[in-house]
């Protein structure tokens, strides 16, 4: 987005005001005005920033503060706090204002002891040197064989490592991309089983000048390599000589940096360990507003747009087969059954068109069902605003946590939806005991994902990590969920309730009618399976890079590319439902209420046996807590997809069976 402009206030005062000036003109005329008016205003491109993600420029001299975010690990996927190992701290920790979901990822973000000024660069800058002890060693050692790595924070963009990659489409050239954060240590190559340390780190501080626009410069990169060095020197280092710079360290200089003799840190005895960095500034001729695009580097879209393509094609063959039932079997039938004359024909008909007393008959534990189509609906409401927003750039990770965020509160304020959807399906099934109803769709699904975030969070805080969940957070969450949401659910039910119940085309006869027996391909488990098989086929592929952007910590930005394969996946859960409940119906059997839900539902199945593989092929977790938090997590989401698409399939069949069996005369 593009700053506001005084511009863009008086080409809106000015269209006000000719507008105001056309009340004699014809209606048309001033349709056509405002469609014109309209088009300028869209043009003109005017904009706003984003709280929190507006440039700042830095002239020189200025203090740069570099933050502390956390360390992080693919192998235990429990973040620490900086500070929970012996790095330099500086005089006075100031803590930075968190939202929700930068506390529930973990992030603990403090000022670091590495100051920087703009354009003042220089090599060998001590930051402090600090005496540790044979536990402290120990603790570094263990996060260095865990594969940790450190996440720093300059003007709210993350350190990262250079990585060049081939690129797909002229394999002679290679791509700039970024690793976030640095390794915290490495393995000793020469020292069997000891763990060396990155107390060096070299920090390159990109910018953009450009005199026209702005006075200053804005900060467009943040970069560094870490070094392992066990300095040496010949006077002591004291706190007087760091804070004016002349301390001299035999293993750096200050004009050409590390010297070729400095050795390895090891990580094997109590010792004195010294942490410097060197800085240097680069000019880049990267905008500001693009300075993400390397952290968000994409170098396998022909991946992304062969999912696309290959989900299109289920669609299409689904599209396919339910424009044939619909628009030739089902109306080959309407126009036979209409046109009936004789009993004898009506005996001779067989299939759907039989089950006009049965088809509505409520299902059993229609409230349970009613309840889970209701969270689903709550669900499904959530993620396409959520992608909404995404789309327009509210939840870019320059926003750091605000998709969690996004997403929570979302799903508390869409509370109303699942209360009004779970009445109007209850209230139709017969259903009288609205209260407990109501309760089951509040308490619930959500009752199920806190009760084992809860437990979970014990495993959490038994690691002292700070993906622990504090106490007053989840206070926060608890009055969130009884205070906001389950007030919503009732109030979405009592509206719910109101309405008049659906009105179904075919009375329910009091006897029901015998199913007759069934073909294998068409008992419920068999068509169950079969459902879920298409719409997991449509996401596999965006599916595996999303779980490679939360478990092994990337950027997931492609909002684009899943919007669409969530549009496909929502039209695929509906048109195989449609499909299965008319064969099923053909077969003259009317349990289609659970059938239709489960049918689609089954995807979630699907996605959490897909999870396992990927856990045993794509993962190295260490130890029993970080499987906890994966399958606990993988869990969930298959609970919530199970929710979300087994209520796109129910409330499809629904408007399915309703409107052919509308079609059809009975007396």
Known sequence: FSSPTSGCDRLFAAVSC???????????????????CAIALISSACGFYLPGVAPREFKEGDELRVRAQSLISTKTQLPYE???????????????VENLGEVLRGDRIQNSPYTLKMHKAGNCFIACKVAMLDDEVAAFAERVNEGYRVQLILDNLPVAVRRYVRDEKDPKKTILTYVLG??????????????????????????????????GARIVGFEVEPYSVKHEYEKEITSECINSNTCVLKTCDKTAGLTATAKPLHLDRAQQVVFTYDVKFEPSPTKWASRWDTYLMMTDDQIHWFSIINSLMIVLFLTGMVAMIMMRTLHNDFRRYNQLETSEDIQEETGWKLLHGEVFRPPQRS????????????????????????????LSPANRGALMTAVLFLFVFLGAVAGYVSARVYKSCGGVEWKQNTLLVALGVPGIVFSIFFVLNFFIWGEES???????????????????????????????????????PCKTLQIPRHIPEQPWYMRPVISILIGGVLPFGAVFFELLFILTSVWLHRFYYIFGFLFIVFCILVITCAEITIVLCYFQLCSEDYKWWWRSFLTVGSTAGYLFFYSVFYFYSKLDLMGYVASLIYFSHMFVVSLVFFCMCGSVGFLSALWFVRKIYGAIKVD
């Open 18 to 36: 000719a507008y105001a000036l056309l009340p004699s003109f014809e209606e048309t005329m001033r349709s056509s005005f405002v469609t014109l």
């Open 82 to 96: 900086y500070y929970s190992l012996q790095f330099c701290k500086p005089d006075k920790l100031q803590p930075k």
């Open 182 to 215: 640095y390794a915290l240590g490495r393995q000793s190559r020469d020292k069997k089983g000891a763990a060396l340390l990155n107390n060096h780190l070299s920090f390159t501080v990109l910018y953009h000048e450009d005199a026209a626009a702005f006075v």
């Open 367 to 394: 409230s349970l069902l009613a309840a889970l189509v209701g969270t689903g609906a709550q669900i499904l409401c959530m993620s396409v605003t959520t992608l909404v927003f995404a789309l327009l750039g509210f």
């Open 466 to 504: 700070s993906g622990a969940v504090p106490f007053g957070t989840l206070i926060a969450i608890v009055l969130m969920w009884f205070a906001i949401s389950t007030p919503l659910v009732f109030v979405g039910a009592f509206f719910g309730f109101k309405k008049p119940a659906i009105e179904y």
